[in-house]
């Protein structure tokens, strides 16, 4: 499925980021979510120094496997 893509601008310090939502999270149930801190060689060149990009590409399964959810990519 598709994830919907939100930008934010954090208030208390100016910075970006961006919200991944699957799924309709409204109402009062649990929704499923991680805070992903950016890794650049981790997320985008899957580096094999650490498992950032294996833990995000893990996060992002587990949300759509749940049918519902957010990741919260903090930059």
Known sequence: GDFLMV???ELATGH???ALIFGDISGNKPVLA???SECL??????SLR???GFQLEAALA???EE???LLLYHR
């Open 34 to 36: 991680r805070i992903h």
């Open 62 to 64: 587990y949300i759509a």
């Open 41 to 46: 060689t981790g997320d985008a060149l899957f």
């Open 50 to 52: 650490c498992d950032c």
């Open 67 to 69: 049918g519902r959810g």
């Open 16 to 18: 970006d980021h961006v």
């Open 7 to 9: 930008g934010f601008e």
